[in-house]
């Protein structure tokens, strides 16, 4: 697998911003997989989103969509990794670069890529472009891969009023926007539900236009250690990789951590923290990478709204942990919600 370094990202965005100014968006530039020469596999590609490949988390699992239809597909994969502080000119350069290529499709990881994919989309018509927690920006040559955050944010809601001996718990949001509020709106409503009188402690890290709260651990390492003061002895954090900061904060104070988008219990960079990871809630981000990439090479590329909820495992709540799977009380809760909400006797909010 190719992977564009955040230093080579740098040059490559330099040099594809001078390419696309002589773009003038026609299709004739269009660089589809089936017309590059010197090679038959197929070439798909995906930009990462704040934080990079290593986050154990959102941008982990898009990279395990692409590694699995490397395997299976026989696909040839590249990445391109962020710059810290980057425009939206920046992105699209990258994403320029890479339909540029003869990658297709190319997936842009976040809601942040949506401005970028809005225009490169136009430029090569015949290249499909995912576009992962965005539903803003639409084209026949766009899918937009969303999930329900909210309904399994409930889910760990309920287990998290279930496991507290304290009666607070803890959320922690990347930054204040509106996809990481749907995470906060689900998980306080599983709380409630669950235990009326539990205290939900909520925190962002940042607000934008700064988003470094999906990238720095230090952020949501304290955060959650003011959290642990207040008494949260469960603590859900939605940000990316600053959220592996809050996980090394609780469990080095004994508290439980609640993972998100990976099943993080089982990511090798936190290893060292796993036993106090109670669960997470998982979003099926390498599923839609994969199944785009598979649709693209079948000849039928996914188009427009691509939705994955908790009626078909888009969503859930993992349960690697032993610890967990012995409490069964907590188990019977989630379960018993995921079966309500799926038969439309719980309606989860999206906003709080």
Not at 124 to 152: H, W, Y
Request: glycine fraction near 12%; include cysteine; charge should be positive.
């Amino acid at each position: 697998m190719r992977r564009i370094t955040r230093i080579t990202t740098v040059g490559i965005a330099t040099a594809a911003l001078a390419l696309s100014a002589t773009a003038c968006g026609k299709s004739s530039n269009d660089t589809s997989s089936s017309s590059t020469s010197g090679s038959t596999a197929t070439k798909v590609a995906i930009a990462y989103d704040i934080g990079g490949r290593g986050d154990q988390s959102f941008n982990d699992a898009a990279y395990a969509g692409l590694k699995k239809a490397e395997d299976e597909l026989g696909v040839k994969g590249a990445e391109a990794e962020p710059s810290q502080g980057e425009s939206d000119a920046d992105k699209v350069a990258r994403l320029t670069s890479l339909a540029r290529a003869g990658n297709n499709p190319v997936i842009g990881v976040g809601f942040s890529y949506a401005p970028a994919i809005a225009k490169v989309a136009k430029s090569f018509p015949k290249t499909t472009f995912g576009l992962i927690d965005d539903t803003s920006v639409t084209a026949p040559n766009i899918a937009n891969l969303v999930f329900n955050e909210e309904q399994g944010s409930y889910l760990a809601g309920v287990a998290a009023a279930k496991t507290s001996k304290t009666g607070t718990v803890g959320f922690i949001g990347g930054v204040e926007v509106p996809l990481i509020k749907k995470f906060e709106a689900g998980f306080t409503q599983g709380v409630k539900d669950t235990n009326p009188k539990a205290k939900v402690l909520t925190q962002y890290l940042t607000q934008p236009p700064n988003f470094d709260g999906f990238s720095k651990p230090d952020l949501g390492k304290a955060a959650a250690q003011g959290q642990i003061d207040k008494g949260a002895d469960v603590i859900y954090a939605a940000a990316g990789l600053a959220g592996s900061g809050s996980i090394e904060a609780a469990a080095t104070a004994g508290k439980w951590a609640v993972g998100v988008d990976s099943d993080q219990y089982n990511q090798a960079g936190l290893a060292k923290y796993k036993d106090h990871i109670l669960t997470s809630v998982t979003k099926n981000v390498s599923g839609s990478v994969f199944n785009l990439i598979k649709s693209v090479k079948d000849g039928k590329p996914e188009s427009g709204e691509v939705r994955y909820g908790l009626a078909t495992d888009g969503v859930g709540l993992a349960d690697s942990n032993p610890a967990y799977k012995k409490m069964t009380d907590v188990i019977a809760a989630v379960d018993a919600a995921k079966k309500n909400i799926v038969d439309g006797k719980i309606t989860v909010k999206t906003a709080p």
